[in-house]
């Protein structure tokens, strides 16, 4: 962080008020972020510091003109993929409304709205409804009608990404993943990079096994990135290139 937000930002840790503040990086991004419960320190640390979704194979000279986002939370990723790549148009996938005002917000104190266009739904292999979990971060699609849980559309993600390149495709829906990774249409996306986080869920224990063969089968050259192996609830981070 820059000299003055690091004071704000200690200040703001020690006493817990107020509930929102935003804060400068030295690499040029302004963040808004939340006190605890909300999610939103890990998250930046995993995107700005851990650089879990780094684009190890983008970085070979040629122009990067789209980014897809699958899974946009409060928009970090936008903001970190933005300013390293200032002529690529963003497309966001983020359903939990919280989190798409805080997407807006973010995108906005980083100048990138012009760039940015915001999907406020699930991606999905076909269009509806869907109830998803307010659980942060961690919010995924469920079944039932669980009393905290809130109703979101689901939009076509090949409707929505067309039949345009994408330089980068970055999913992390929380499981969502897998039936776009699945889909029939999928080998037809014009797409020459892929950052995926897998979630192994109890409807598809082995999904990283899965999505693994899946992309390996399609031709992508992978290689893993960091993995959280705790028990009942593993997830990992996989780059694909072609």
Known sequence: MIPASRARYLAWRAFGFPERIVVGLLTGERLLIRRLPAHDLSVAHEVFVQKVYRPEAIANGRDVSRIVDVGSNVGYTLVYFGLRYPEAALVAFEPHPTHVELLKRNVALNNLSARVRIHAAAAGDR????????????????????????????????????????????????????????????????????????????????????????????????????????????????????
């Open 127 to 242: 269009k509806g409804e869907a109830r998803l979990s307010d659980e942060g971060t961690c919010s995924t699609l469920v079944n039932g009608e669980a009393l905290s849980a809130i109703s979101v559309p689901i939009i076509d993600f090949f409707d929505a990404v067309g039949t345009g390149d994408i330089d980068l495709l970055k999913m992390d829906a929380e499981g969502a993943e897998y039936p776009i990774l699945m889909d029939e249409r999928f080998p037809n996306l014009r797409t020459r990079m892929l950052v995926v986080e897998w979630h192994a869920t109890p409807e598809r224990p082995d999904a990283d096994v899965l999505i693994s063969a899946r992309l390996e089968q399609l031709g992508w050259h992978l290689k893993e990135g960091p993995k959280d192996q705790q028990p009942g609830h593993r997830t990992g981070i996989l780059w694909g290139s072609r």
